[in-house]
């Protein structure tokens, strides 16, 4: 079976969208499904370009006026509804998966897919919040629309949730929970030497991430005497705002020792850092974005067999105990908790080995790529049988 993968992503920027996308491309390769990737390039490509197992269209142009989510969008719109049924031809494609939460995605590729009598289902989980920024980059309304009216289009939706799950359930869709891929290995080619407690964040300090309150409560465990370290891996973009709701906390983050910011690291220095960990931390706020969700790289961490550190909101506490899987805070993310959570895991190593050992077999069982391999070929055969 060929299935092609109909994204607005650039196919050479490496993302977390790209790493599920190629995770999912390996897990069915073993039950005869072939996948191709379609996705933005050069941007002096003149039609589009295939390579392998990947088709580049040509990036879109700039311009000023129009905010960059609704610019690749429907850039990637514009592409399919010229050349999607030239492409279908071509590679003899039998079922594609969008992988887009848009309306401005789903809709022509839908049209074309129903033209053609192929199966066309999406793939994805953003739910993004209602504010001024998404109201005028076009997101909200992108989203919405497909909500209300695109979604209904498909032949049905491979989702990271149960709220998306439910979702599905209630316009009538058959759908495949697939909530992340963990990683058939994390290299051990480089170690970090270290002498001190060693907690990890991996990530973007976007709001969500709750950055405040992960260096609020690292910093309340340095003030009561812990000679912890806390390691920030990934390339974070202080701006304007960030330095004026900091402000308090600037001296003690740029010029502290015990904190150690990696900027953009290698795939084999980022596997260094999650082997070196002692425990991990993933803080999410109680908001419809969280419930939606499910982070890519909590499959990471737990296959370090570490513990993990998280909030205790859906859709991680319909899964998970605390002290077994992993370490829950309330939902409050309150620093003190936080502290509290770093200290009796430093105090307790049994509880450590405990957690993290649990944490590791549960996404063994769950997330493995022959665990989820099957899963995925039996959820698109059966759309192939459906639309015959």
């Given amino acids: ?90 590679l003899n494609i039998q079922g594609i998966i969008i992988y887009s939460m848009f309306s401005t995605m789903i809709e022509p590729i839908s049209r074309v897919g129903r033209k053609q009598g192929i199966f066309v289902v999406n793939d994805g989980g953003e739910k993004y919040s209602v504010n001024l920024q998404n109201i005028l980059n076009g997101v ?133 850092w999650l082997n070196s960990a002692d425990c991990f931390v993933l803080l999410r706020p109680p908001c419809k974005e969280t419930y939606h969700l499910f982070p890519t790289r909590l499959p990471e961490y737990f296959l370090t067999g570490k513990p993990v550190i998280i909030t205790g909101v859906e859709p991680f506490n319909l899964f998970y105990e605390h002290k077994k899987e992993v370490y829950f805070i309330s939902k409050k993310n309150s620093s003190n908790e936080l502290a509290k959570g770093f200290i009796e895991l430093f105090n307790n190593p049994s509880l450590c080995k405990f957690i993290g050992d649990n944490g590791k077999r549960y996404a063994e069982n769950n997330y493995s790529s022959s665990c989820l391999g099957k899963k995925i070929s039996h959820f698109l055969k059966y759309q192939l049988s459906a639309i015959n």
Avoid at 41 to 56: A, C, E, P, T, V
Avoid at 81 to 89: A, G, Y
Avoid at 175 to 199: D, G, V
Wanted: with cysteine.
């Fill in 1 to 90: 079976m060929n299935i092609l993968i109909c994204t607005s992503l650039d196919l050479n920027t490496p993302c977390a969208a790209l790493n599920r996308i190629n995770s999912l491309c390996k897990a069915v390769k073993p039950h005869g499904i072939k996948i191709y990737t379609c996705g933005s390039g050069d941007s002096q490509i003149k039609k589009y370009l295939l390579k392998r197992n990947k088709i580049f269209f040509p990036k879109p142009q700039r311009f000023v006026l129009l905010p960059n989510a609704l610019q690749y969008n429907l850039n990637a719109a514009l592409f399919y509804k010229s050349f999607l049924e030239e492409i279908i031809n071509l």
């Fill in 140 to 272: 909200n309304y992108m989203q919405y629309r497909a909500i209300f009216y695109s979604f209904k289009k498909l032949q049905g939706m491979m989702v990271c949730s149960p709220r998306w799950e439910k979702y599905a359930k209630s316009i009538k869709k058959p759908s495949l929970f697939l909530p992340s891929f963990m990683p058939q290995e994390i290299k051990q080619n480089q170690i970090f030497f270290k002498n001190k407690f060693r907690i990890v964040f991996m990530g973007s300090f976007s709001p969500r991430e709750m950055p405040k309150t992960l260096l609020n409560g690292f910093i309340k465990c340095l003030d009561l005497g812990y000679d912890f370290e806390l390691v920030i891996i990934g390339r974070q973009g202080f701006n304007f705002l960030q330095k004026i709701s900091w402000r308090n906390l600037n001296g003690k983050i740029h010029n502290n020792k015990n904190i150690i910011f990696t900027n953009f690291v290698s795939s084999k220095e980022r596997d260094a």
